[in-house]
């Protein structure tokens, strides 16, 4: 209970509220210009998280985190461009709805399915979390190093459209891991003869350079591109009242426990994401809704469903990070980087170690969703004018924030460097459909596999069957195996099924 008491406090402190708020107002900005992504505002507000003791900044980060989903929402329903990839099975509905005028109704619908997946999600977290906690603190060196391949085998699931591409890309990361000192025995690997480079690439800057800066390179290419053809879209809706009344709160309120129970599942799967949960949403609102012909010109449910799927994923994907230090999807891969920062090892020792820290995160998780209602229906107005904003203002501001956020971690001109070059490299990945998730997966989860690999080694002497004769151990490789393969076998396998039907259905003939 004191450290119940004790959490309270550090949350609603001034500073830390503030903090929340700020974030949770950026996050919305963020998610409702089109082109900037949920990671990219992360991404770019990491760097302040030095200048924070605590959970301050962590928290900062959960309010982006909660805003920026929602705030894509505002962009779908007014002009049919999505803000974030979570917000495209918004659009279906959403538009068509402020198209007839009703704009302000369809707002008032998302942000209260918004709200109330993030809280449903936190509620979920504070319950599985420590649960599933007091399961691993059992583990060792083994359990953690197949935790780790198993991290990094979902880099398949938060691949582009290549799962070839996405291997590419999560050994990119693991060899970006590697650079520096060896966590054994201290010996330099490939640093060049590099004082800079005998302490690693550092993290925050690529982060910040793989999600912040190349989008605000695509972003310039893109005004550009607009300004040449002319075809610059213009927000144009009336936007009357917002709040919803009774009767759609009674009919959307099942849609919005089902939707949130299953975003919060999906987000606790690592490598899914608010994308496949919004779509997955919609579609079982529209099989269990009694007017499925509604969906696509209007429906009520159709824009309540995925908002409320894709909000309470935040929660589920931190259950995963929390509990086990994987991370569900990618922004919290990039959250992750915050609690390095602050010195707090992820993983079941966590909760016992750290229980006031765990305990902030828990109200902090539900502040922010609550503050992103409030904030949402305030000043639902104000934030549709944020679309005005030019993106040759916004782009300079992106690079120069960019710029200071990498010099800020270690005053250094050369982590400037690293972030801009890094910036490059995500572009023209970027270009060529490659994922940055799996290069962030590879960078954080390489050295986790790595040093507790050669521990498990040494506590066997060498003998490499300890970690198949560990129950635990033997399972998350085995998962980790299967999550592998089966992108790839998965095709193959439903198409000899298919033909083998269709042999069946000639041969009954």
Request: glycine share 12%.
């Amino acid at each position: 209970m004191n450290e119940v008491l004790e959490a309270l406090f550090i949350v609603f402190s001034l500073e830390t509220v503030s903090m929340i708020l700020l974030g949770v107002l950026a996050g919305i900005i963020i998610g409702a210009l089109p082109g900037l992504t949920v990671n990219m505002g992360i991404a770019l507000l990491l760097p302040l998280t030095y200048s924070f003791q605590g959970m301050t900044g962590i928290l900062l980060l959960l309010g982006v985190y909660c805003g920026a989903v929602y705030g894509g929402s505002i962009t779908a329903i007014l002009i049919s461009t999505p803000g974030t990839p979570a917000s495209a099975a918004t659009v279906l509905d959403g538009y068509p709805m402020a198209k007839k005028g009703e704009a302000g109704r369809a707002l008032g619908l998302s942000t209260l399915a918004s709200m109330f997946g993030g809280l449903f999600s936190t509620v979920a977290l504070v319950m599985i979390a420590p649960m599933l906690a007091k399961v691993a603190t059992g583990f060792s060196a083994p359990e953690y190093f197949a935790l780790a391949v198993f991290g990094i085998s979902i880099i398949t699931s938060v691949s582009s459209q290549s799962i070839i591409k996405g291997l590419i890309g999560g050994a990119l990361g693991l060899f970006i891991a590697t650079i520096g000192l060896d966590p054994m025995t201290s010996g330099m690997r490939f640093t060049f003869d590099s004082i800079y480079l005998m302490g690693g690439i550092s993290f925050i800057p690529v982060l910040v350079g793989l999600f912040a800066f190349s989008q605000g390179l695509l972003s310039f290419e893109e005004d550009n591109r607009e300004r040449l053809v002319g075809q610059v879209k213009k927000m144009k809706a009336n936007i009357t009242r917002i709040l919803p009344t009774w009767l759609d709160f009674k009919r959307v309120l099942p849609t919005y426990i089902r939707s949130s129970v299953i975003g919060t599942g999906i987000g606790a799967v690592p490598g899914v994401g608010g994308d496949i949960a919004s779509f997955i949403a919609y579609n079982e609102a529209k099989r269990w809704s009694k007017h499925p012909e509604e969906f696509g010109h209007g429906s009520p449910e159709g824009v309540s469903a995925p908002e409320a799927g894709a909000n309470s994923v935040a929660g589920g994907a931190m259950v995963p990070l929390m509990t086990l230090g994987i991370p569900g999807d990618g922004a919290t891969a990039i959250i992750m980087g915050a609690f390095m920062v602050q010195g707090l090892a992820l993983g079941p020792q966590l909760f016992t170690d750290h229980p006031v820290e765990v305990n902030s995160i828990f109200i902090g998780l539900f502040a922010a969703n609550l503050f992103m209602g409030i904030m949402g229906f305030m000043g639902m107005r104000l934030f549709a004018r944020v679309m005005d904003v030019p993106r040759r203002v916004l782009v300079p501001v992106i690079f120069i924030l960019c710029s200071v956020g990498a010099y800020a971690v270690n005053h250094s001109m050369t982590d400037v460097f690293v972030m801009m070059g890094s910036g490059f490299l995500a572009y023209i990945m970027i270009k060529l459909e490659f994922s940055m998730s799996p290069i962030v997966i590879g960078i954080i989860l390489g050295p986790m596999a790595e040093s507790n690999l050669r521990r498990a080694l040494m506590m066997s002497e060498g003998d490499p069957s300890v970690l198949l004769t560990r129950p635990i151990c033997a399972t998350f490789l085995v998962i980790a195996l299967l999550t592998l393969l089966l992108p790839i076998v998965g095709p193959k396998i439903k198409s000899f099924l298919r033909v083998r039907k269709a042999a069946r259905g000639q041969a009954s003939k």
